[in-house]
């Protein structure tokens, strides 16, 4: 594989990273802990939402996020073609 | 028959399972020790990394401390599953890639520094061993209180299952064990909690239900909100801010820390390929998150219960669990008022009772009035994830001695079976010794087992990351940011935890951060560390250059051992 095409490689696989990761303190850091307390007037259901991201939706996104990872980087590697064969 | 035949039966069977898996699973090379030869489907290899994550303290404890917590139990629901989101992104795959069998034999390689490999090799110790020891305790306990024996009888017979399959088979044993006791703790775990759903809101599934309404229409977490400010608490589910400060420093250092534990990265060591390195990090929290979203609905559903059992009502009437854990002094109740009725407020000058938050868990089945087979079942959750826990550990721990320190140090050319002996030696010193310890725990050692998070965020997770991330980072840089980094967060929390001596008091905390939250600072300081002094000394070799270049891409990946 080129030096050219790896480092593009490797330009795609962070700009991903960082996506993903904003996500992650986004919905723990952010909507759980930082903005907690605003959130909890709004209801959904019987949550107050600011404790259900920090009890309940963080989690559930931070798994939603490792398969979306997976999935990107799969499609990733088989076009620069560095997949295991 | 009774709860006690049942645990005696359903504790019996799975025992014979563990030990069947053990024999089956025999270990004939380091690489099969060390790794399970590299070749764990990452289903199984998901399920283990739950198993091993999973320890008697998020089984018996969690539910508890958040139900008397609120909101604020956030902290280790997001701090001990968010780690593994930088575990699958910034870790596992290049690590899979890099192929070695420990921690400290990456810092070493990448380091191209023995004295870098020493240091990772102590700092694993410490963090690993100081574990270790609490889950041994945990075994004692688990044994003692659900089978009635001694604290000491029921250690002894922990040491015996765990020395048998971690001694026989190493990685390999502990790993298909590990699967077996996934399966028991989560069903244990989620069925009292799909019962008492049902019984409270009508719901089967517990993660929804505590949002729902009970029968007479108003909603769960409202009432709870309101018996709580009746008693005198906060609200249930309000997030202060005093709170949210040290939430959010906790929860940081717990996920960076659980990002740099030795015990949870090597099982990314196990796995065929790169591909899988990834997608089990994913099984992993998908099977964690299993249990971690299904703890605040216990947490909610039984801090409901109690005060609505307990709060004002004649000590007279008590049910039969009431009197059973106030006999094991794990309820206390002291009539302040003489008016025979029970008052739990939260002014410690009128309230009279006081709670052990452990046997939320425990407690929860026989509050419900669920079948005794149940009760029975919990009962072997909790061994299953008190065993699972301590076998991962004592792996690391030998490795670190057997591979890290025998091979790659004081005896290069020791023989495979050589190794493989040393190997298992290793492990049955590290078990009977851990064993002992946590018989005769030094008063710290249950208040450090938190602080290992803090430990690894400011020691391994900086340096891995570096190592990968940054091809400029060079020996000097790592090695000074790993022992600044750790100095600096054990003297911190030494200086603020009056336990182990130190004269500070909350008011000198820096920024009101609690020494559980440090490690993030330590973190932080361990980076910049590291930054600066790499920046003015010399770059790493050419050879160091190619191999961060090779451990980004995923092709080529060989089995662990290999290069061997």
Same mark, same amino acid.
């Given at each position: 594989m080129s030096k050219q095409k790896a480092q593009e490689y490797w330009k795609k696989n962070l700009r991903y990273l960082t996506i993903l990761l904003s996500i992650w303190f986004l919905v723990s850091?952010?909507?759980?802990?930082?903005f907690a307390e605003p959130l909890?007037?709004?209801?959904m259901g019987g949550f107050p939402l600011g404790f259900w991201f920090a009890q309940q939706g963080a989690i559930y996104v931070f798994v939603l996020l490792i398969f979306i990872y997976v999935h990107l980087m799969n499609k990733l590697d088989k076009e620069f073609d560095v997949d295991e064969k | 028959m009774s709860v006690q035949t049942w645990t005696f039966i359903i504790v019996g069977i799975t025992f014979a399972i563990y030990i069947g898996v053990a024999i089956w699973a025999r270990a004939g090379s380091t690489k099969e020790f060390y790794v399970a030869g590299g070749g764990v489907s990452p289903l199984a290899n998901g399920m283990a990394t739950a198993a091993d994550w999973m320890s008697a303290a998020s089984y018996l404890s969690m539910a508890g401390l958040i139900s008397f917590m609120g909101y604020g139990g956030a902290q280790y629901l997001m701090g001990w599953t968010g780690g593994y989101v930088l575990l699958a992104l910034l870790l596992a795959p290049y690590l899979r890639k890099f192929g070695k069998f420990t921690v400290p034999d990456f810092i070493g390689e990448r380091y191209y520094s023995k004295t870098a490999r020493l240091v990772a090799l102590l700092c694993a110790l410490l963090v690993s061993f100081t574990y270790v020891v609490g889950q041994m305790k945990g075994v004692g306990v688990a044994f003692a209180r659900f089978l009635e024996v001694e604290f000491a009888t029921g250690i002894f017979i922990g040491i015996a299952i765990v020395f048998f399959y971690a001694v026989l088979g190493g990685m390999k044993g502990i790993t298909y064990t590990q699967v077996a006791q996934y399966c028991v703790l989560i069903f244990a775990f989620t069925v009292p909690a799909i019962f008492i759903s049902l019984q409270m809101v009508g719901n089967p599934i517990p993660q929804v239900g505590f949002g729902g309404t009970m029968s007479d229409g108003t909603y769960l977490l409202d009432k709870l909100n309101k018996l709580n400010v009746d008693l005198g608490f906060s609200e249930y589910t309000s997030a202060g801010m005093e709170d949210r400060v040290n939430v959010f420093f906790v929860t940081a250092a717990l996920m960076f820390g659980t990002a740099g534990l030795p015990h949870v990265i090597v099982r &990314? &060591?196990?796995? $065929?390929?790169v591909k899988d390195a990834r997608i089990s990090a994913g099984y992993a929290l998908l099977f964690i998150a299993i249990l971690y979203t299904t703890a605040p609905a216990i947490a909610t559903f039984a801090r409901t219960n109690l005060i609505e059992t307990v709060s004002n009502q004649p000590y007279d009437e008590m049910p039969a669990w009431f009197s059973k854990w106030e006999a094991s002094k794990l309820i206390s109740f002291e009539d302040k008022n003489n008016d025979h009725r029970i008052q739990y407020l939260a002014d410690p000058t009128r309230n009279e009772l006081t709670i052990d938050r452990d046997i939320m868990v425990l407690a929860n089945p026989e509050i419900a009035n669920l079948p005794a087979w149940v009760i029975a079942l919990v009962v072997a959750g909790g061994l299953a994830a008190a065993l699972s826990t301590a076998a991962g550990l004592l792996l690391v721990i030998a490795t670190s001695i057997s591979h890290d320190l025998l091979k790659k140090n004081l005896m290069p050319d020791i023989s495979e079976k050589g190794e493989l002996l040393a190997a298992r030696i290793a492990i049955a010193v590290a078990v009977v010794g851990a064993g002992l310890a946590g018989l005769n $725990? $030094?008063? &710290?050692v249950a208040q450090v087992v938190a602080l290992a998070f803090g430990l690894a965020a400011s020691s391994f997770f900086p340096a891995i990351i570096l190592g990968i991330f940054d091809k400029r980072m060079n020996k000097e840089g790592a090695i000074a940011g790993m022992i600044v980094g750790i100095l600096f967060t054990a003297a911190y929390i030494w200086y603020f935890k009056p336990q182990l001596g130190g004269p500070g008091t909350p008011e000198g905390y820096w920024f009101g951060i609690k020494p559980e939250g440090i490690g993030v600072i330590g973190m932080l300081i361990n980076l910049a560390v590291s930054l600066l002094v790499s920046r003015f000394t010399a770059a790493p070799p050419q050879e160091i250059r190619d191999l961060v270049e090779d451990i980004r891409i995923p092709r080529g990946s060989s089995g662990p051992g290999l290069a061997h």
């Open positions: 850091y952010g909507c759980g802990i930082l909890n007037s709004i209801k | &990314f &060591f196990t796995v $065929p390929k $725990p $030094p008063g &710290f």
